[in-house]
């Protein structure tokens, strides 16, 4: 049984960083695409940024370039959202996400088979 579990949330202030961890287990994920999203209250779900594991050619959504980096760590099958410079703006639950049999990263919602529960980020002003 797939399942993905995310950690790291918390209550930080506006310029600090955070980082969130996804945990992958019950599937070797390589060559899949695994992607961060996240759901501000009020909003749809949105894509923050992801990449096809083992590929150095992660994709970020315009508001994540220069701030947020997704990443891997292969000791155990992990997935990383770094966030530096955080703004109130990036309050929200945030997601991974895996899509199997992957052929590249979508940025769609609809494309991915497998969800965390996700982790609460709340930048205070």
């Known amino acids: 049984q797939v399942r993905l579990a995310e950690s790291g949330g918390g209550l930080v202030q506006a310029g600090d960083s955070l980082s969130l961890s996804c945990v992958i287990s019950?599937?070797?994920?390589?060559?899949?695409?695994v992607s961060w999203f996240r759901q501000a209250p009020g909003k749809e779900r949105e894509f923050v940024a992801g990449?096809?594991?083992?590929?150095?050619?992660?994709i970020h959504a315009s508001f994540a370039e220069g701030r947020f980096t997704v990443s891997t760590g292969n000791a155990r099958m992990t997935l990383y959202l770094h966030m530096n410079n955080l703004k109130p703006e990036d309050t929200a639950v945030y997601f991974c996400?895996?899509?199997?049999?992957?052929?590249?990263?979508?940025?769609?919602?609809?494309?991915?088979?497998?969800w965390g529960p996700g982790a609460q980020v709340t930048v205070s002003s």
């Open positions: 990449l096809q594991w083992g590929s150095e050619k992660p």
């Open positions: 019950g599937r070797v994920v390589i060559g899949e695409a």
């Open positions: 996400a895996l899509q199997v049999l992957s052929s590249g990263v979508p940025t769609t919602t609809g494309a991915y088979d497998h």
